[in-house]
Every structure is written in C-alpha cells, then in structure tokens.
C-alpha cells in the first residue's frame, strides 16, 4: 500500500475532484466517446460536428493563452487558421500533399505572421491592440481574396487530405476525429505547463501589472512577442485540422466575424483558465446547432445570449465554478 | 574617500511650465538611510519617477554604483539593484502573496525562457521569497490572494516584493501612506531591522518616521534642495523651518 | 484627368459617408468608453427603415426624415436596454455583448424584412449629372451625399464646440465624475449621445442605400472601415475622425481605380483585376498599421486621453 502510494509520487489532494474540475472532464470524456456513438447510430454527424467544436477549441485555447493569460487582446484570430488552412490548401494545390510537409508549414507560417503583427502590435495598448490586430486579419483576408490561383474571394476544394505515409489515415473519419481529440489534449496540456512555467508567471504578471514587472526588472516585450508566436502556431495547426476536416478553405474563415466568434468563445468560457475554452467552444457551437435545428433564426436567441452573459457573468462558465476572473 | 552609491547632479525635469525637479543634487552613501521630505507638490514623487527610470530628465546626469545609469530603462536599473517600492500600492493583485514575491526573485535570476518546468515547485523561487515575506511579517499569509490582503498588509508585500530582489538601494515611496498609527509603527519597526543591511532613500510626509529612521535628510521646495543634512541640522535650519516646517512645528521646537 | 477627379470626387463621398458612421462611433468610444460592435447594425438599419418607409409613403425625403427619427429610438431604446448596464466594463465585454447584438439585429432584420435585400429608388430629379467643370459630369445625387455630409459635419462641430450639450460632451471625455458632479443627469446624457450616434449611422446608412443595395450584414464590412478611421483619427476626436475618413475614402476609391491599369502594366489581365481590389483595400489596413505603429494614440490624440 505504501509502496503502491510512492509510486505516484504525490498523493491526490482530496479536494481534486471537484466540480470545476468535474465539467471539462465530462466533456473531455463526451468528447472522447463520440466516434463510438457514431458507429453504433451509423451517424457520421456527430462525427462532423464535434470534431469541428474540437478544431475550434484549439484555436479557442490558443486565443485564450494570448488573450486571458497574457491579457493580449487579439481581434484577428482567425487569420491564423485561415493561413493554416491556406498553407495546406496551398501546398496540396502544388502537388504536396504529405502531412508532415504541409502541417510543419502551416504551424511555421502562422507563427512568422505572429511575429510580424506582434512586434508592430504589441508596443499599443487596449483597445488600439484590439484594433491593429484586426487590421492585419484583414490585410490577410484580402491576400486570400486576391489570390487567384488559390480559389480567390470564392475559395478553393482541397482535392484530398494530408498523408502521413499510412501512420495515420485522415480520410478514415474516425482517425481524423481521434487525431483533432489528441491535438485537442495536447495543446491544453501545453497551455498548462506553459502558464505555470517561469516564462507563464512572466506573461501573467505582464496582463495583471505591467509597470511593477518593469519594477522588478523585466521588460515583458519579448516574452509577450514569444507568447503571440506559440498562441500563432497552435492557432495556425488547428487551421491545418480545419482545412483537413472541411477540405476546403475560402477567405470566410478569417473575416472579422470568425475573429469575433473566437473571442466569442474564450470569454464565454472564461477567459485565463484553463478548460474556459474548451468550455466556451462546446456551449457556443452546441447552442448555434440546436437553435438551427429549432428556429430559422438561431441569432434571434444566441445574439441576446451572449449580451446577458456580457452583462451578468463575470467570468464565463468557468466563473461559475468560482474561477476566479482575469481581467 | 569611496564613490557614494548614488549620485545624483543637475537633475531637471518640468511639466508645461511647472519645475518638477530644479537642478537636484544628492548623494547617498551605501550602507545609509537618507530621506527626502519636503510639501506637496515639492516634487518627491518625480525625483523617484527620475531615480527609477520612468521618467527621463532633460538635464543632470544619475551615476548609480559607479556607473552613469541617467538613460539607463525601468527594468535595466532594476536589474542593477535599484530596487522600488510605489506610494500607490502596485502589485500583482491577482496573485498570491508569495507569487508577487516569488516573480520578484525570478526576475533577479536571469532570464525567464523556461517554458516546462512549475516554477511554483522550484525551491530557488519559492524560498527566498518566503524569505523575504518573513522579513516583513507576512509569511502566515503567502497563499493569500493580494486583493484579499488588507492595506496594510498590502504595504508590507511592497516591501517584501522590492527586498525580493535583493537590491543595493531601495527607493521607498512614501510606504506609510494610508497606513493606522498601529501599522504605521509596525512599518517603522520592520525599516529599521532592515537599515544596514539595505541602502534606503525614503520619501516620506510623515514627520515622525523621517525623524526616528534617517541618517541623512533632503528638503525639497518646488523641485529644490534647500537642505541637506544630518537630521539635528535640518531641524534647525532657518530656510526649512520657514518653507517647511513652518507650518507645523515652528511653534514647539 | 478628368477621370482622375471624378474618383476623387467618388473618394470624398465615401470619405464622407464613414465620417458620418465613424463620428457616432467616436463620440461613442471616446464619452462612454464603449466598443460598439453594434454600430454597424444601426447603419443597416438606418437603410431598411429608409427603404420601407419610402415606399411607404412613396417619398424619398418623406422617407428618410421617418427613417432617421426611427434609428434614432432604436438607438436610445438599445442604449437603455442593452448597453447601459455594459459602461465600465472590460473592453472585451464590450466585443462580447455587442457581437451578441449585432448578430440579433442581422436575424431581425432578416425575420422582418426577408433574406432577400430592398432597393431604395431615387426620385427622378435625382437621378441626373451635374456640370461640374467643363467637360465633367457628375451624379446629382453623389454631390448631395456630400454636402449634405459636410453640412452635417459643421453641425457637428458646432454643437460640440458652442453649445452646453457639446460642453458636457467635451467635458464627459475628459472628466466622467466632474461632470456628474456638476449635476448632470449623466444617464440622460449617455442616451442622447449614443441616440445621436445611432441617427448618424441612419443617416450615413440610408444615404447609402440608394447606391448599393440595402442588405444583411451591409454594416459590417463598413463597420471596420469606420474603426480604421477612429484610429488613424485618434479615439474621441471628430476633427480626426474627419481627416482620417477623407483619407481613408479616398485611398480605398483611388486604389480602386487605378491599381488594375498600374498592375496591368506589369501583369495579366485577370490577375491584375483581381489583385487590385484586395491591394487596394489592403492599402487602408496598412495605412492603419503604419499610423499605430508610429503614432499608438492616432494622428489627432484627443488631448484627456
């Protein structure tokens, strides 16, 4: 018994099993277990849908590393999944399809753009912050317009999937779903290890204090430029899932609106913690889902929704498991 | 004779059209305890703001343990030992105590790219901030949340956050501000364990404290030195006790 | 080269019609402190008000004076209901709530008016060219948007700077509890501001009705564009809001105009015709880019701020 306790290293507190801690890892479960309700309905919806929530929070908890840890404000997101979607498309259209030349790119591109925008960006503050990182997603959404070659304002078909030389299969649906469910799981514990590192206390002194940080003797510049890079690149892989996931891209995925949903997502969730994402994804693409299946107008109910969550939830749905709030 | 840790000469800086700081001169030797008082609006809180980096000056030069430091940054100066604590308390308020603590000493430790590692677990973090925390007799506290600190406690944390570093001059900024006559004497009490083994400049309103801990006194007017000395002779200056003091004491000295 | 001013001519018009969004979402921003993603939404609609009751009534002029009064209840029922209780909070509670209204008003309007757009016709006497200069025909209806605009403006300007409204609405930028002090129902006059916002983002959206067609989600591209121009501009300050949406205008028209033909020069056909629109639009984003990038508080930084 003790021996077995040793091994563990650290016995459990006893309070870890708590609600808070309860909801994500239901969902994770849920999430865990759809392609098995899939097969035994014969459903390949489930599949579409989740894996989808499951790309977004992706996207979603690198937003929330910039945004509710490092109190960076990004409001052009989703250019990070368009170019990661774009790289794939793009290097599929020239004949590469392999996944570990077209994954790589995508997460590459995506984090030399955020090194770009971050070090013009992050010398402004709030709001014009919110704004200067808009103007590049947009700059970015005209690019994709005028590429021409690329499917231009319409988009473009991605032909076929990334290959990973038979290791794993993405056109088998199921693959592809466990595939986004462990990239899923990864970057959570990235995000995890990364804000309670040396370098994450440094980014969330910089959100809550910045002049006491320059006090004790750090300029937080280039660990807020190194953040906004990481928080890209993920951003930019859960593009490269989505490319996969939908086979096809267009400039519509990094309209500001996508860049708003994002946001949309994060603060929803509950912005700095970690599962808040996670959280916010399921609830806000459920919610659209079930309102389409019910209503011809979803925006109808999701529009003053969001509104009295703005108003009356400080803190999201993690705040309501006494998550304390980041602002 | 040795260079005194802090030097400061010719030191100017104005707002529009108001003089904050005239032509400062002053000199702190390591090891003492020197206050700058002087009224409201004498110009203290720039003095800092120039000592500290956040504000630059338009002439006058800042030598600092030997080397010129006038256009050094904020966190360049920090690094050097010329460490800060502010009138307004400014901490890390959604952290907890020893957290404010704690990046404190890490940011004394070279730089910060550790990506992996929960350095909350890293002994070489987590124990001098304890430290430092005892120091000021917060330690029952350190997993407290800083918005859930008490004021008083709060300007204790200042102190332990500023000692964390282990600087060579600790500028304080008016550390009794707001502060009970009880707590104000605890403060009193843990400055002057801490006078020998840190270089202090004090800025300071409150009489009493300046009188009981300083070695060396400033008085400024309108961004002026007009005194400097040991505190029985800027007690009987004329000028200070007309600009200055005046007002007060006059009466009973 | 009279091409050249006709396009000029085009880029004050647009110019003048984002000041008019952007002067509402600058009083907005700079007075409360908001970020009113649900601008745009006032601005679609200013138009579908527009359209409707000038088919209603079968007048232009009859139409848009209902339509500007109906944008302007709209605007002060929205600011009591929905963005009162939102002042003083994060900016990023803002986006939320405001993201949130700004896909209602597009269901809305989708409910009541149906998916399929409205045109809003001009009355005839509206429809002809103007002399201008030898030679330079230009729409009537185009150079009304202008000087109607730049009449606006100078009303604008005057009240904000002769009048006791325009005093408090200074003085709230700089100084929220003075004001309150003073004893000024700040309630009240966080209504009038934000009703006054929303009847220029009617007005600017109607005016534009008749040039493009009134639809869904017409506020947000121009939204942003209005965004852009309070930032070149600097938040709070109309002057600014001025200079940049004249800037802003004409770049976006100019680029329009005369990419393809430089482009041309140097590629295809088609190329060029689709590069142009998205270098020129992208030329605006660049500009915005470049202004924060050396200037962070905007060409005109509102002094308080």
Same mark, same amino acid.
């Given at each position: 018994?003790?021996?077995?306790?040793?091994a563990?290293?650290?016995?459990?507190p006893?309070?870890?099993?708590t609600?808070?801690a309860?909801?994500?890892?239901?969902v994770?479960?849920?999430l865990?277990?759809?392609?098995?309700?899939?097969?035994?309905?014969?459903?390949?919806?489930a599949?579409?849908?989740?894996?989808?929530?499951e790309?977004?929070?992706?996207?979603?908890?690198?937003?929330?590393?910039?945004?509710g840890?490092?109190?960076?404000?990004?409001f052009?997101?989703?250019?990070?999944l368009g170019?990661?979607?774009?790289?794939v498309?793009?290097?599929?259209?020239e004949?590469?399809?392999?996944?570990?030349?077209q994954?790589?790119?995508?997460?590459?591109?995506?984090?030399?753009?955020?090194?770009?925008?971050?070090?013009?960006s992050?010398?402004?503050?709030?709001?014009?912050?919110?704004?200067?990182?808009?103007?590049?997603a947009?700059?970015?959404?005209?690019?994709?317009?005028?590429?021409?070659?690329y499917?231009?304002?319409?988009?473009?078909?991605?032909?076929?999937?990334?290959?990973?030389?038979?290791?794993?299969?993405?056109?088998?649906?199921?693959q592809?779903?466990?595939?986004?469910f462990?990239l899923l799981?990864?970057?959570?514990?990235?995000?995890?290890?990364?804000?309670?590192?040396?370098?994450?206390?440094?980014?969330?002194?910089?959100?809550?204090?910045?002049?006491?940080?320059?006090?004790?003797?750090?300029?937080?510049?280039?660990?807020?430029?190194?953040?906004?890079?990481?928080?890209?690149?993920?951003?930019?892989?859960?593009?490269?899932?989505?490319?996969?996931?939908?086979?096809?891209?267009?400039?519509?995925m990094?309209?500001w609106?996508?860049?708003?949903?994002?946001?949309?997502?994060?603060?929803?969730?509950?912005l700095?913690?970690l599962?808040?994402p996670l959280l916010?994804?399921?609830?806000?693409?459920?919610?659209?889902e079930?309102?389409?299946?019910?209503?011809?107008?979803?925006?109808?109910?999701?529009?003053?929704?969001?509104?009295?969550?703005?108003?009356?939830m400080?803190?999201?749905?993690?705040g309501?498991?006494?998550?304390?709030?980041?602002? | 004779?040795?260079?005194?840790?802090?030097?400061?000469?010719?030191?100017?800086?104005r707002?529009?059209?108001?003089v904050?700081?005239?032509?400062?001169?002053?000199?702190?030797?390591?090891g003492?305890c020197?206050?700058?008082?002087?009224?409201?609006?004498?110009?203290?809180?720039?003095?800092?703001?120039?000592?500290?980096?956040e504000?630059?000056?338009?002439?006058?030069s800042i030598?600092?343990?030997?080397?010129?430091?006038?256009?050094?940054a904020?966190?360049?100066r920090?690094q050097?030992?010329?460490?800060?604590?502010?009138q307004?308390t400014?901490l890390?308020?959604?952290?907890?105590?020893?957290?404010?603590?704690?990046?404190?000493v890490?940011?004394?430790?070279?730089?910060?790219?550790?990506?992996?590692?929960?350095?909350?677990?890293?002994?070489?973090?987590r124990?001098?901030?304890?430290?430092?925390?005892?120091?000021v007799g917060?330690?029952?506290?350190?997993?407290?949340?800083?918005?859930?600190?008490?004021?008083?406690?709060?300007?204790?944390?200042?102190?332990?956050v500023?000692?964390?570093?282990?600087p060579?001059?600790?500028?304080?900024d008016?550390?009794?501000?707001?502060?009970?006559?009880?707590?104000?004497?605890?403060?009193v009490?843990?400055?002057?364990?801490?006078?020998g083994?840190?270089?202090?400049?004090?800025?300071?309103?409150?009489?009493?404290?300046?009188?009981?801990?300083?070695?060396?006194?400033?008085?400024?007017?309108?961004?002026r030195v007009?005194?400097?000395?040991?505190p029985?002779?800027v007690?009987?200056?004329a000028a200070?006790?007309?600009?200055?003091?005046?007002?007060?004491d006059?009466?009973h000295? | 080269?009279?091409?050249?001013i006709e396009q000029?001519?085009n880029?004050?018009?647009?110019?003048?019609?984002?000041?008019?969004?952007?002067?509402?979402?600058?009083?907005?921003?700079?007075?409360?402190d908001?970020?009113?993603?649900?601008?745009?939404?006032?601005? /679609?609609? =200013? +138009?579908y008000?527009a359209?409707?009751f000038?088919?209603? @009534?079968?007048? $232009?002029?009859l *139409?848009?004076? %209902? #339509?500007?009064?109906a944008?302007?209840i709209?605007?002060?029922?929205?600011?009591?209901?929905?963005?009162?209780p939102?002042?003083?909070?994060?900016?990023?509670?803002?986006?939320l709530?405001t993201f949130?209204?700004?896909?209602?008003?597009?269901?809305?309007?989708?409910?009541?008016?149906g998916?399929?757009?409205?045109?809003?016709s001009?009355?005839s006497?509206?429809?002809?060219?103007?002399?201008?200069?030898p030679?330079?025909?230009?729409?009537?209806?185009?150079?009304?948007?202008?000087?109607?605009?730049?009449?606006?403006?100078?009303?604008?300007?005057?009240?904000?700077?002769?009048?006791?409204?325009?005093?408090?609405?200074?003085?709230?930028?700089s100084?929220?509890? /003075?004001? =309150? +002090?003073?004893?000024v129902?700040?309630?009240l006059l966080? @209504?009038?501001? $934000?009703?006054? *916002?929303a009847? %220029? #983002?009617g007005?600017?959206?109607?005016?534009?009705?008749?040039?493009?067609?009134?639809?869904?989600g017409?506020?947000?591209n121009?939204?942003?564009?209005?965004?852009?121009v309070?930032?070149?501009?600097g938040?709070?300050?109309?002057?600014?809001a001025?200079?940049?949406?004249?800037i802003?205008?004409?770049i976006?028209?100019l680029?329009?105009?005369?990419?393809?033909?430089?482009?041309h020069?140097?590629?295809?056909?088609d190329?060029?015709?689709t590069?142009?629109?998205?270098i020129?639009?992208?030329?605006?984003?660049?500009?915005?880019?470049?202004?924060?990038?050396?200037?962070?508080?905007?060409?005109?930084?509102?002094?308080?701020?």
């Open positions: 018994m003790k021996a077995a306790r040793k563990f290293g650290v016995p459990l006893a309070s870890w099993f609600p808070r309860a909801l994500p890892a239901l994770l479960v849920i865990g277990l759809v392609p098995v309700y899939a097969a035994a309905t014969g459903d390949p919806f599949l579409t849908l989740f894996g989808r929530i790309i977004l929070s992706i996207a979603a908890v690198s937003l929330n590393l910039i945004m840890y490092g109190g960076m404000a990004s052009g997101h989703a250019a990070y170019i990661g979607g774009y790289a498309g793009i290097l599929w259209k004949g590469i399809a392999s996944g570990f030349v994954w790589p790119a995508a997460i590459a591109v995506s984090a030399l753009f955020a090194l770009v925008v971050g070090a013009l992050l010398r402004t503050r709030g709001v014009y912050f919110i704004m200067i990182t808009l103007a590049f947009q700059m970015v959404y005209y690019v994709a317009q005028g590429l021409d070659r499917g231009g304002d319409d988009g473009m078909t991605i032909g076929g999937r990334s290959s990973f030389a038979g290791i794993v299969n993405l056109n088998n649906a199921t592809l779903y466990y595939l986004c462990a799981l990864a970057s959570l514990f990235l995000v995890w290890r990364l804000v309670n590192s040396r370098f994450g206390l440094i980014i969330q002194g910089a959100r809550s204090n910045e002049r006491r940080l320059r006090a004790i003797g750090i300029s937080p510049f280039r660990y807020k430029l190194v953040c906004f890079v990481i928080a890209g690149g993920l951003c930019g892989l859960s593009g490269a899932l989505l490319a996969n996931h939908t086979n096809f891209i267009s400039p519509a990094m309209y609106t996508r860049s708003g949903d994002l946001m949309v997502m994060v603060i929803l969730g509950g700095g913690s599962f808040g916010g994804t399921v609830t806000y693409l459920l919610l659209e079930a309102l389409s299946r019910v209503t011809e107008y979803p925006g109808l109910f999701i529009g003053p929704a969001l509104l009295l969550v703005a108003i009356f400080h803190g999201g749905i993690e309501l498991f006494g998550a304390r709030r980041r602002d | 004779m040795t260079e005194p840790l802090l030097q400061v000469d010719g030191l100017t800086k707002f529009g059209g108001v904050a700081a005239d032509a400062i001169a002053l000199d702190i030797a390591a003492e020197h206050a700058v008082i002087g009224p409201n609006g004498a110009g203290k809180t720039t003095l800092i703001g120039l000592l500290a980096g504000i630059a000056p338009e002439r006058g030598r600092f343990d030997g080397r010129d430091v006038t256009a050094v904020v966190h360049r920090s050097l030992g010329l460490a800060r604590s502010f307004i400014s890390f308020a959604d952290f907890t105590a020893l957290d404010n603590v704690a990046l404190a890490q940011a004394r430790s070279g730089h910060s790219f550790q990506f992996w590692q929960d350095a909350r677990r890293q002994a070489a973090l124990e001098p901030a304890l430290q430092a925390l005892d120091a917060l330690a029952a506290r350190a997993d407290a949340r800083v918005d859930r600190l008490s004021h008083g406690e709060q300007r204790q944390l200042e102190i332990a500023a000692l964390a570093g282990k060579r001059l600790l500028l304080l008016e550390p009794m501000a707001g502060l009970g006559a009880d707590e104000s004497a605890r403060m009490a843990m400055l002057r364990r801490l006078k083994d840190v270089t202090m400049l004090l800025i300071e309103h409150d009489m009493e404290t300046v009188f009981a801990l300083a070695d060396r006194i400033t008085v400024l007017v309108y961004g007009i005194a400097s000395g040991d029985l002779a007690r009987a200056d200070v006790r007309e600009a200055y003091l005046g007002e007060q006059a009466r000295v | 080269m009279l091409y050249f000029c001519l880029g004050v018009q647009l110019g003048m019609l984002l000041f008019l969004l952007a002067a509402g979402l600058t009083l907005i921003f700079g007075i409360m908001l970020v009113n993603l649900a601008h745009g939404s006032l601005y /679609m609609l =200013g +138009a008000f359209a409707t000038a088919a209603f @009534t079968d007048s $232009f002029v *139409g848009a004076l %209902l #339509a500007l009064v944008t302007a709209c605007g002060m029922v929205l600011e009591v209901i929905a963005i009162r939102l002042y003083g909070r994060p900016h990023l509670d803002h986006v709530g949130g209204l700004l896909l209602f008003f597009n269901e809305l309007v989708r409910l009541v008016w998916p399929a757009g409205m045109t809003l001009l009355p006497e509206m429809l002809t060219a103007v002399q201008i200069i030679g330079l025909y230009y729409p009537l209806y185009r150079l009304v948007i202008i000087l109607v605009a730049l009449a606006v403006a100078a009303l604008l300007y005057v009240v904000v700077m002769r009048t006791r409204l325009g005093m408090l609405i200074r003085a709230g930028a100084n929220r509890e /003075m004001v =309150g +002090a003073l004893g129902n700040i309630k966080y @209504t009038l501001v $934000f009703g006054l *916002g009847t %220029l #983002a007005f600017a959206g109607l005016m534009q009705a008749p040039i493009l067609t009134v639809q869904i017409m506020g947000e121009i939204l942003i564009l209005a965004f852009v309070i930032i070149i501009g938040i709070g300050s109309i002057r600014g001025f200079v940049a949406a004249l802003v205008g004409l976006d028209t680029g329009r105009a005369f990419l393809p033909d430089v482009l020069s140097m590629l295809s056909v190329a060029a015709l590069l142009a629109p998205a020129s639009s992208m030329s605006i984003y660049m500009l915005m880019a470049a202004v924060l990038v050396f200037r962070p508080e905007g060409l005109f930084p509102a002094a308080s701020r």
